[in-house]
């Protein structure tokens, strides 16, 4: 059965430390991995990841995909306030365009 | 905004009604997706429609249903309420390639949601 697992749950840092979220997965035939941040509702979207150690940036988030491993990271640098969210990760795989969810990082960021 | 709009935002329902919830999808997208959150967890996928079919379908028993409309809007129909349906609704808008798995190619755009109670 396709999964996703990600780590650490929960997470407390102060603002200005640097974070890492890990996610793992075990899908049939994948295809990409997706990164979401979901504050209240809507996640919205970050990364779409689908080539092995190509990073991706965008401003002070930055992630990268590891197909051997089957796992991905994001790193959030100079952490704010307003980056206090759950980050999703997603995995497709080539049969299907559904997105298959790790259950989510919760990050609180205090200032 | 990502111009994916859901209704209604929030709703109580009690054990054995049937709920309908509404979503219109970003324009020019094709393809919409239906996703459970339970609370703590990340998003399940119910299923998807493309094109006004269904294409794909998660572990949800039959009670959950859909269609979608020519203009690509789509609804998410919940009979004999469960208290465990109790969850944010999500949909996902995106665009589909003929002849190939949808929402592929292309990251998928959620809406707000719909935060269903079931009492």
């Known amino acids: 059965e396709d999964k996703v697992v990600q780590s650490p749950l929960s997470l407390v840092v102060h603002e200005g430390d640097t974070v890492t979220l890990n996610c793992s997965y075990e899908?049939?035939?994948?295809?990409?991995l997706l990164w979401y941040k979901q504050e209240k509702k809507a996640p919205t979207f970050l990364f779409m990841l689908t080539s092995s150690g190509i990073e991706k940036k965008s401003g002070r988030l930055s992630s990268i995909l590891d197909k051997k491993e089957l796992s991905s990271i994001l790193n959030i640098t100079a952490t704010q306030t307003g980056d206090s969210a759950i980050y999703l990760c997603a995995v497709t795989s080539s049969n299907t365009g559904k997105l298959i969810f790790g259950q989510g990082t919760t990050l609180q960021v205090k200032p | 905004e990502t111009g994916v709009t859901q209704s209604p935002t929030h709703l109580i329902k009690t054990r054995g009604q049937q709920v309908t919830l509404r979503c219109s999808s970003q324009s020019g997208h094709n393809t919409v997706s239906w996703y459970q959150q339970a609370l703590g967890q990340g998003p399940q996928f119910i299923f998807q429609y493309y094109r006004e079919e269904e294409n794909g379908r998660g572990n949800f028993p039959p009670r959950f249903s859909g269609l979608q409309f020519p203009n690509y809007s789509s609804e998410l129909n919940v009979n004999a309420l469960e208290l465990d349906d109790s969850a944010l609704y999500l949909c996902?808008?995106?665009?589909?390639?003929?002849?190939?798995?949808?929402?592929?190619?292309?990251?998928?755009?959620f809406g707000p949601g719909t935060r269903l109670t079931v009492l």
């Open positions: 899908v049939t035939n994948f295809r990409s």
């Open positions: 996902a808008s995106s665009l589909g390639i003929a002849g190939g798995p949808m929402g592929l190619y292309n990251e998928q755009f």
